[in-house]
T-cell receptor
Framework: ETGVTQSPTHLIKTRGQQVTLRCSSQ?????VSWYQQALGQGPQFIFQ???????GRGNFPPRFSGLQFPNYSSELNVNALELDDSALYLC??????????????FGPGTRLTVL | AQSVTQLDSHVSVSEGTPVLLRCNYS??????LFWYVQHPNKGLQLLLK??????LVKGINGFEAEFKKSETSFHLTKPSAHMSDAAEYFC???????????FGPGTSLSVIP
């Protein structure tokens, strides 16, 4: 059983650019959630994908978008990057069953720096 | 609305002494509650979870937490701290579905030899 993997591990972009982050979910999991963790803060929920559909969204603007593929891997896309987008982006996978009772398994994260 | 308060941003203990990390939550429904640990440059790891079963929850590495509905608390404890426990700890509340997962701001635990 492989764990959650994310790529790349580090990324540097400039303001206004676009970025795509990738996540491979744990084997057997059908749900992927994305979080943004600014330095010194707790992770904030961006959105969740279940069976290729967005299943919920946090307080993030539309320039944050995502995809989930048939193999349940996922992408997070951020357009028109701003300096405040600099953060650790975490992906978590889970097996959706009883709501609220499914452990999320986190990847190591992608560190995005916007200059 | 859900919210999570971690009462201490930083806790420092001596090796071998007890650990107490405090968490209070606000939730409109019967929540699920979790504690996660984050070591530097590593992913978040689940320590334990409460999902309306026993109110005293035992987790990995000797940690446990007690759900107290009357106090809306879910404090994390460990009888004896180890150097490897030094990390960031997050209390998390979830209502019903994971689109309503809220992380607390975190408590940084230092263990002094």
């Amino acid at each position: 059983e492989t764990g959650v993997t994310q790529s790349p591990t580090h990324l540097i972009k400039t303001r206004g650019q676009q970025v795509t982050l990738r996540c491979s979910s744990q084997s057997g999991h059908n749900t992927v959630s994305w979080y943004q963790q600014a330095l010194g803060q707790g992770p904030q929920f961006i959105f969740q994908y279940y069976r290729e559909e967005e299943n919920g969204r946090g307080n993030f603007p539309p320039r944050f978008s995502g995809l989930q593929f048939p193999n349940y891997s996922s992408e997070l896309n951020v357009n028109a990057l701003e300096l405040d987008d600099s953060a650790l982006y975490l992906c978590a996978s889970s097996l959706k069953g009883l709501a609220g009772d499914n452990e999320q398994f986190f990847g190591p994260g992608t560190r995005l720096t916007v200059l | 609305a859900q919210s999570v308060t971690q009462l201490d941003s930083h806790v420092s203990v001596s090796e071998g002494t007890p650990v107490l990390l405090r968490c209070n939550y606000s939730s409109s429904y019967s929540p699920s509650l979790f504690w996660y640990v984050q070591h530097p440059n590593k992913g978040l790891q689940l320590l334990l979870k409460y999902t309306s079963a026993a109110t005293l929850v035992k987790g990995i590495n000797g940690f446990e937490a007690e759900f107290k509905k009357s106090e809306t608390s879910f404090h994390l404890t460990k009888p004896s701290a180890h150097m490897s426990d030094a990390a960031e700890y997050f209390c998390v509340v979830s209502e019903g579905s994971y689109d309503k997962v809220i992380f607390g701001p975190g408590t940084s635990l230092s263990v002094i030899p």
